[in-house]
């Protein structure tokens, strides 16, 4: 199980957000290229960035996030706002590793279904999806969480499985922010259901005894980590020790 550094960017500031709350936001004195160069220097591999902005449909920051992106040898896990099939074809040909989508694929049921035949020359544009469920008591919210699908929560997983897609980047949000453990869970209900699907959690984790717990679920594919690095509870040497003994191939 491998820890994927999170950085959150509201308005060019490196951010976290509670709840998923605009309203309750803490700013890090760190900029998004000093933040990035941290975790590279350390030997991080895959990097997980959010444009909040792009979230609400504004993508003011999109230039000065791909600017510096651009310049790293990185991974970059992306989301923020990718709600066209023009959009997850520009990030990806932009040198994105994974595009996150969310909103879209839950309100417009057919494009998703384009996505999964999208291919241009070698490129295979599934294979760098990874569908965002983000759960607030097993209800599927969207738009920056600030809406909420009739949809099922098993239900949609087996339709994006049936559609060929295997990667799931689960935040709980009730634990968002918090630092008060995952949501152990809900993750392994999703890993009971289904045999193949790819799970990266997301949401409370605030020490790597939470980590240590998320792992012995046992087919967790990776887990995005963000506040407990800003607040110190986590240190970058621990994410590197740690993902030295993961067995990932990116």
């Given at each position: 199980m491998?820890?994927?550094?999170?950085?959150?960017?509201l308005d060019k500031k490196v951010v976290r957000l509670r709840e998923g709350n605009y309203d309750d936001v803490t700013t890090y004195e760190i900029?998004?290229?000093?933040?990035?160069?941290?975790?590279?220097?350390?030997?991080?591999?895959?990097?997980?960035?959010?444009?909040?902005?792009?979230?609400?449909g504004d993508f003011s920051n999109q230039e000065y996030l791909f600017d510096i992106i651009q310049k790293t040898e990185m991974k970059i896990q992306y989301g923020g706002g990718v709600?066209?099939?023009?959009?997850?074809?520009?990030l990806v040909d932009a040198g994105i590793y994974r595009v996150?989508?969310?909103?879209?694929?839950?309100?417009?049921?057919?494009f998703l279904e384009e996505l999964s035949t999208l291919n241009e020359g070698k490129v295979k544009y599934?294979?760098?999806i990874v569908i965002a469920i983000d759960v607030l008591d097993?209800?599927?919210?969207?738009?920056?969480?600030?809406?909420?699908?009739?949809?099922?929560?098993?239900?949609?997983?087996?339709?994006?499985?049936?559609?060929?897609f295997y990667r799931f980047l689960c935040t709980d949000i009730s634990k968002d922010g918090k630092l008060g453990g995952a949501g152990v869970e809900l993750y392994k209900k999703l890993l009971d259901h289904s045999p193949i699907i790819k799970l990266i959690g997301s949401g409370g984790i605030s020490s790597m005894e939470d980590i240590s717990n998320l792992k012995?679920?046992?087919r967790m594919e990776s887990v995005v980590v963000g506040k407990a690095i800003y607040e110190n509870r986590i240190s970058i040497e621990e994410i590197k020790d740690w993902n030295l003994k993961s067995l990932i191939n990116f």
């Open positions: 491998y820890i994927i550094p999170a950085i959150d960017v900029s998004l290229e000093e933040q990035i160069e941290k975790y590279h220097a350390n030997g991080t591999e895959l990097v997980h960035i959010i444009d909040l902005n792009g979230a609400k709600r066209s099939i023009e959009k997850v074809k520009e996150i989508v969310g909103t879209q694929a839950i309100t417009n049921p057919s599934a294979d760098h097993e209800v599927i919210k969207y738009s920056g969480w600030l809406e909420s699908s009739p949809i099922k929560l098993i239900a949609y997983i087996d339709k994006c499985l049936a559609l060929g012995a679920l046992g």
